[in-house]
T-cell receptor
Framework: AQTVTQSQPEMSVQEAETVTLSCTYD???????LFWYKQPPSRQMILVIR????KQQNATENRFSVNFQKAAKSFSLKISDSQLGDAAMYFC?????????WGAGTKLIIKP | KAGVTQTPRYLIKTRGQQVTLSCSPI?????VSWYQQTPGQGLQFLFE???????NKGNFPGRFSGRQFSNSRSEMNVSTLELGDSALYLC???????????FGPGTRLTVT
C-alpha cells in the first residue's frame, strides 16, 4: 500500500526568505501524480502544485516549486520569498486508484 | 466559475442520530470525492463518485454512505452517529477521475 510521510510537523521561516518542506512516499507504481495542498486557518484546502511522475522536469507555480526525485521517492516543496499569507498547514498527497493518500502535514509559520 | 460548495458549514448532532451532508461540485466537474479530517487520524478517504456510481470506498464502516445525482451533486450520510465521527468532512470535485481535485470549505460535524 502507498504511504506518504511528512517528517516535519512544524517549520518556521522569516518573511521574504526561502523554506523547503519535505515529503517522501512509498509506492510500487511507476506512473502516478503527486500534489501539495495548503490548508490555511479557514480550513479551505487549496491546491498549490502538482507533479506527474512521468515528467522529469520539476513543476513550478510562481513562488512555489518542487524537487521531485523519483528514484528516491522524494517530493519536496520550496517556497521562495515567503509571505505572511503562506502561513498554513501544508499537505503532501499521492494519487492512487483515483483517491488521494495524504501525509500528516507540516505547519508553516511565517515570522514577520 | 463558482467553487465547490458544501452545506451546512457547521453541524451539531447527538450520538445515535443520523446526518446528511451536501456537496455541489464546480460546474462541469463529474467526479466527487469525500474525505474525513480529524486531529488523530488526519485526512482519510471516504468514497468517490463518478457518473452517479460509487467507484471507490475507503476503510469506513457501513454507517457511512453516499450518493451522487445526475447533476453531479453529492450527498453523504452517516447513520447512528458516534463521538468519533466528529470531524471536518471535505468534499472535492474534479473534471474527471484523472484530474486534480478542488476542495470545498468543509462541513464541521460535532457529535455530543
Amino acid at each position: 500500500a502507498q504511504t506518504v510521510t511528512q517528517s516535519q510537523p512544524e517549520m518556521s521561516v522569516q518573511e521574504a526568505e526561502t523554506v523547503t518542506l519535505s515529503c517522501t512516499y512509498d509506492t510500487s507504481e511507476s506512473d502516478y501524480y503527486l500534489f501539495w495542498y495548503k490548508q490555511p486557518p479557514s480550513r479551505q484546502m487549496i491546491l498549490v502544485i502538482r507533479q506527474e511522475a512521468y515528467k522529469q522536469q520539476n513543476a513550478t507555480e510562481n513562488r512555489f516549486s518542487v524537487n521531485f526525485q523519483k528514484a528516491a521517492k522524494s517530493f519536496s516543496l520550496k517556497i521562495s520569498d515567503s509571505q505572511l499569507g503562506d502561513a498554513a498547514m501544508y499537505f503532501c498527497a499521492y494519487r492512487s486508484n483515483y483517491q488521494l493518500i495524504w501525509g500528516a502535514g507540516t505547519k508553516l509559520i511565517i515570522k514577520p | 466559475k463558482a467553487g465547490v460548495t458544501q452545506t451546512p458549514r457547521y453541524l451539531i448532532k447527538t450520538r445515535g442520530q443520523q446526518v446528511t451532508l451536501s456537496c455541489s461540485p464546480i460546474s462541469g466537474h463529474r467526479s466527487v470525492s469525500w474525505y474525513q479530517q480529524t486531529p488523530g487520524q488526519g485526512l482519510q478517504f471516504l468514497f468517490e463518485y463518478f457518473s452517479e456510481t460509487q467507484r471507490n470506498k475507503g476503510n469506513f464502516p457501513g454507517r457511512f454512505s453516499g450518493r451522487q445525482f445526475s447533476n453531479s451533486r453529492s450527498e453523504m450520510n452517516v447513520s447512528t452517529l458516534e463521538l468519533g465521527d466528529s470531524a471536518l468532512y471535505l468534499c472535492a470535485s474534479s473534471l474527471n477521475r484523472l484530474y486534480e481535485q478542488y476542495f470545498g470549505p468543509g462541513t464541521r460535524l460535532t457529535v455530543t
